[in-house]
């Protein structure tokens, strides 16, 4: 697959083992993000790469020695009884500075608890003549052993770049979609590049969902556990917790209730999910993000929410290879599973950006009661609120992943209900709609880029770039 974005993360790492001196550079995210591509894109033939396994320290530094050799003639003739007699004789050997990539640097650490004290000695006494990439997946690992401040290694590194999940545009110019396809797979595969390269392998997203997600023999059929093991001991209460979440049951209370537990007992796995990046928590807009009566919480990750919606409810048809109860089910629910994405598509692409000229800042859904025309409460839902960074608009969008929509209906709704709503005084309101497809009564002059109200995928997509 063709290597996409990821400009400043290859800068950052080319600048920080080029400059003057040796470097310590750290980098680390979620498996399959492609941060090992990332590295070996880098580093040259005269730099080594090892990646670790979860053998024993003594296994991985003959392992090393081996891979040292490929630079330094005869190096896997010796033993090296412990790591710092290894990282001295590469010192020894070393004629000119190069690069050492300790890929999977917590599988060495689980084995060798000792390795992080044995670096920061040699970096603090500058004994070292060459650089150090350190990488890695887990996630708490990595972040205690370089941003916890009582971490060995902390304050050594001269770069931490944390990898996150690509961006929607990407997968368009990777897999050469069209906007409507990008937004779809993108809804299935998130922003990750190996799973960008599964789907590549395949003529269309049906195959490639059969062959790599709905299959006992699928590379993705046990993904979810493979990534909890990275960072979570119980993922059996994690995977239970996220098939509640991913079945719809988004409130404490709820997630409590299904799990037959006490609340305050969740609070400390959920915060751990959200840091993650697995959940989210989501308020309305202009709601304290503190204020747990209001939150919801959300399947985060796109293939994530994909796996818990259709994967979990299904396993017992895919491990008897029952194709037909699946095939309905995605009939009845893809459509509806991709509007909830292109709803957090259509956020994520207005935050932080300029929409007609006007620069607006977070963007959430809203949800609640309102005091209609007639006096009565009602209650609503806006999938798209945000205020502009000067507070003069409030934009209000309404987000459709179906055709044929009536566009003056649903524009004359949202603004009925944005006037209503309680902080949209004195604030001139911009309704949007955010739909798959041109509506019925579209007109060229409603498009958004002339001062209209509707945004297409390919509109959305290029607020991304």
Known sequence: MKFVDRKEETERLKEAISK????????????????????????????????????????????LSKMFSQVFPDFDKLSYPDWESIFLAANYRAEKRFTLCLDEFPYLVEQSPELPSVIQKLIDNKQLKYNLI??????????????????????R?????????????????????????A??????????PRYWELREHRSSLSQALWRNVFSVNAPLFEEPVKLFQDDIKDT????????????????????????????????????????LGFLEKEVPFGVDEKNSKKSLYKIADPFLAFYFQFVVPNR??????????????????????????????????????????????????????????????????LDVVCESFDKKYLLVGECKWTAAENSRHLLAEITRKASLLPFA???????????????????????????????LPEDVVALYK
């Open 20 to 63: 003057e001196g040796t470097a310590l550079v750290v980098v680390y995210g979620r498996r399959r993000l492609g941060k090992s591509t990332l590295i070996k894109r880098v580093i040259s033939d005269n730099d080594i790469y090892f990646l670790a396994d979860r053998s024993e320290g003594e296994h991985q530094r003959v392992l």
């Open 134 to 155: 350190l990488c890695g997946s887990s996630q708490n690992m990595m972040y205690g052993l370089f941003l916890d401040s009582s971490a060995p290694l902390y304050g």
């Open 157 to 181: 590194a001269d770069e931490i770049m944390k990898l996150t999940p690509l961006r929607l545009p990407f997968i368009e110019e990777a897999l050469g979609l069209d906007s409507v396809d």
């Open 183 to 192: 937004v779809e797979d993108y809804a299935i595969w998130g922003g990750v």
């Open 236 to 275: 059996v209460k994690t995977s239970t917790i996220m098939s509640f979440v991913g079945a719809g049951s988004n409130r404490l209370s709820e997630i409590a209730a299904r799990c037959n537990e006490p609340a305050t007992n969740l609070s400390r796995p959920l915060k751990k999910l959200i840091d």
């Open 316 to 381: 017992s048809f895919i491990e008897l290879d029952r194709r037909l109860p699946i095939e309905e089910m995605l009939k009845a629910q893809f459509s509806k599973y991709v509007g909830m994405q292109w709803e957090r598509i259509c956020r994520n692409a207005v935050t932080g950006n300029i929409v007609n000229n006007v620069l607006y800042g977070k963007a959430c859904r809203w949800w609640g009661s309102i005091i209609n025309e007639e006096n009565n409460p009602e209650q609503i839902e």
């Open 425 to 455: 005084k004195n604030k001139i309101i911009v309704p949007v709609l955010f739909l798959k497809t041109k509506p019925l009564d579209f007109e060229e002059s409603e498009a958004i880029g002339n001062g209209g109200a509707i945004m």
